[in-house]
Nanobody, 121 residues
Framework: QVQLVESGGGLVQAGGSLRLSCAAS????????MAWFRQAPGNEREFVTV??????YYADSVKGRATISRDNVKNTLYLVMNSLKPQDTAVYYC????????????????WGQGTQVTVSS
């Protein structure tokens, strides 16, 4: 059974940092796009960042504040975000997929359940 399980969310003050983890099981996801998306209440799910065979891409809204990384031994994807802002508040999802635009949710076949990140001002 393929699973993506996120962890590391929580409540953090503006200006703070956090690290999200996404543990994959049931599949190695070699060759897949591995991405982070987020969704705030009332908003569509939006692209945050993606790892594609060692290359990384970021949404403009997080560029310079976010770092995605992948540990192939642990089969785990990470997202570190610094200088957090209240507008970063959302449920953050890990996703795996291939064959499409990396920033489009429809590209991704596998999703985690999400982890809530709340940034207080």
């Amino acid at each position: 059974q393929v699973q993506l399980v996120e962890s590391g969310g929580g409540l953090v003050q503006a200006g703070g940092s956090l690290r999200l983890s996404c543990a994959a099981s049931g599949h190695t996801f070699n060759g897949y796009y591995m991405a982070w998306f987020r969704q705030a209440p009332g908003n569509e799910r939006e692209f945050v960042t993606v790892w594609i065979a060692g290359r990384t891409y970021y949404a403009d809204s997080v560029k310079g504040r976010a770092t995605i990384s992948r540990d192939n031994v642990k089969n785990t994807l990470y997202l570190v975000m610094n200088s957090l802002k209240p507008q970063d508040t959302a449920v953050y999802y890990c996703a795996a997929g291939n064959g499409g635009y990396y920033y489009a949710p429809s590209t991704y076949q596998y999703w985690g359940q999400g982890t809530q990140v709340t940034v207080s001002s």
